[in-house]
């Protein structure tokens, strides 16, 4: 089964009101295992290659952003409860839509918070200052939701690729925005 398949299964109501639940379901089907790659920013402690602890990265759980945590023994359950309080809820994801939600707070972990938000930003036309406001809000409400989708992934795409670290990554990152696409043909 594709990677992205089961969410087919989900009825259309049940995906208008994306909970966390469902978005972390989701989120750890991009994040997996414990990683240790000494050239991934990510997973040294200073996120400086070559500086700091190289503790790795684990259901996507950075050293770089949690130096002082244990990521080699993280459990899941540990993931999800800080993916609840420092990345859905620093989201403040009930002020935007369902389909939104998902694709902003899935780069998020991936690139960071402000990066995604700035990202938002700039996919609908206000400035990118990474406070996802009431001008922002009312700017996103009023704009067609498949526009903002479509145009929050280019924006995430043009990111990677002017990364110095596209030539490693980039085919992992551009899957994980064509799985982000499905969801979002989904969600809308």
Same mark, same amino acid.
């Given at each position: 089964?594709?990677?992205?398949?089961?969410?087919?299964?989900?009825?259309?109501?049940?995906? %208008?009101?994306?909970?966390?639940?469902?978005?972390?379901?989701?989120?750890?089907?991009?994040?997996?295992?414990?990683? =240790?790659?000494?050239?991934?920013?990510?997973?040294?402690? &200073?996120?400086?290659?070559?500086? @700091?602890?190289?503790?790795?990265? !684990?259901? @996507?759980?950075?050293?770089? &952003? #949690?130096?002082?945590?244990?990521?080699? =023994?993280?459990?899941?359950?540990?993931?999800?409860?800080?993916? !609840?309080?420092?990345?859905?809820?620093?989201?403040?994801?009930?002020?935007?839509?369902?389909?939104?939600?998902?694709?902003?707070?899935?780069?998020?972990? =991936?690139?960071?918070?402000?990066?995604?938000?700035?990202?938002?930003?700039?996919?609908?036309?206000?400035?990118?200052?990474?406070?996802?406001?009431?001008?922002?809000?009312?700017?996103?409400?009023?704009?067609?939701?498949?526009?903002?989708?479509?145009?929050? $992934?280019?924006?995430?795409?043009? #990111? #990677?690729? !002017?990364?110095?670290?596209?030539? %490693? #990554?980039?085919?992992?990152?551009?899957?994980?925005?064509?799985?982000?696409?499905?969801?979002?043909?989904?969600? $809308?």
């Amino acid at each position: 089964m594709p990677p992205c398949a089961a969410f087919l299964r989900l009825k259309e109501n049940e995906m %208008s009101k994306l909970t966390f639940d469902q978005a972390f379901e989701r989120l750890i089907g991009h994040e997996g295992n414990f990683t =240790n790659d000494k050239n991934d920013r990510g997973n040294w402690t &200073t996120g400086i290659i070559g500086k @700091g602890q190289l503790k790795g990265t !684990k259901y @996507g759980i950075a050293a770089m &952003t #949690y130096p002082q945590l244990d990521i080699k =023994n993280l459990t899941l359950d540990q993931a999800k409860q800080i993916y !609840k309080r420092d990345w859905w809820d620093a989201l403040n994801a009930n002020s935007l839509n369902p389909a939104i939600v998902f694709q902003v707070w899935d780069f998020a972990i =991936n690139a960071g918070m402000a990066t995604a938000k700035r990202k938002l930003q700039s996919a609908v036309g206000v400035a990118d200052d990474g406070i996802i406001g009431p001008i922002t809000l009312q700017v996103i409400n009023s704009t067609d939701l498949n526009d903002v989708l479509m145009r929050f $992934n280019a924006e995430r795409l043009t #990111y #990677y690729t !002017k990364l110095s670290t596209w030539p %490693s #990554y980039g085919k992992g990152w551009t899957n994980r925005v064509a799985g982000q696409l499905r969801y979002a043909a989904v969600d $809308n």
